[in-house]
């Protein structure tokens, strides 16, 4: 499942929701209310553009056959119980207040749910915070989540591939996050092939 949520951060989402279609794995995608708004602003450049037509837009330009949305109240999804297999889940962007909720243990939607989900089953959850300056509670819930068994992985490019556009950045925190998820996809040269 891959979760967005009101941080910036939408083009890593799309990169990492094209790689998984482009991988043939089935996704449920969620975003929250916050979450399509920053994809209508950020993969369009349009504040007034509907949330929930962004989101489809957004889907059916980086999703792939095996893609569907969830609303984010949607407790009837497989991710909100332990009993359907998920193999990941990744929130991405992953907001402050819902690292936050999800370090409490508190499950106001179907992205925190499936969270915490992952959390108590011990399977792959990846948070994907982009947020800076961070304060001593942000650190102190990331630390949380960490403990938790959660893979935590800012969105920070890095630049020893050497980048020559924004999408190499991308394409960077991307193959971090799927890598850090179990999934196999090398969207940058591995360190030293250059």
């Not at 990941?88 to 907001?95: E, K, L, M």
């Not at 650190?139 to 190499?168: C, Q, T, W």
Request: proline share 6%.
């Amino acid at each position: 499942m891959l979760g967005l949520t009101g941080a910036s951060g939408a083009p890593y989402a799309a990169r990492v929701l094209r790689a998984l279609g482009e991988a043939g794995a089935a996704v449920g995608v969620v975003a929250s209310r916050a979450g399509r708004q920053v994809i209508a602003l950020e993969c369009y450049g349009d504040r007034g553009l509907d949330p929930d037509g962004a989101l489809e837009r957004f889907v059916a330009e980086h999703g792939g056959p095996d893609v569907r949305v969830h609303a984010e109240s949607d407790y009837s999804a497989p991710y909100a119980s332990g009993s359907a297999h998920t193999d990941a889940v990744i929130v991405c962007p992953c907001s402050m207040a819902s690292i936050g909720s999800i370090a409490a243990g508190v499950e106001s939607n179907l992205i925190h749910r499936a969270a915490a989900v992952q959390l108590k089953e011990g399977r792959r959850l990846v948070v994907v915070p982009r947020e800076t300056p961070l304060s001593e509670i942000h650190l102190e819930n990331l630390l949380r989540l960490k403990r938790a068994g959660a893979a935590v992985v800012p969105a920070m490019p890095g630049f020893y591939h050497l980048p020559e556009s924004i999408s190499d950045m991308v394409d960077f925190v991307a193959s971090r996050i799927l890598a850090a998820a179990g999934v196999d996809l090398a969207l940058i040269p591995s360190w030293g092939s250059r």
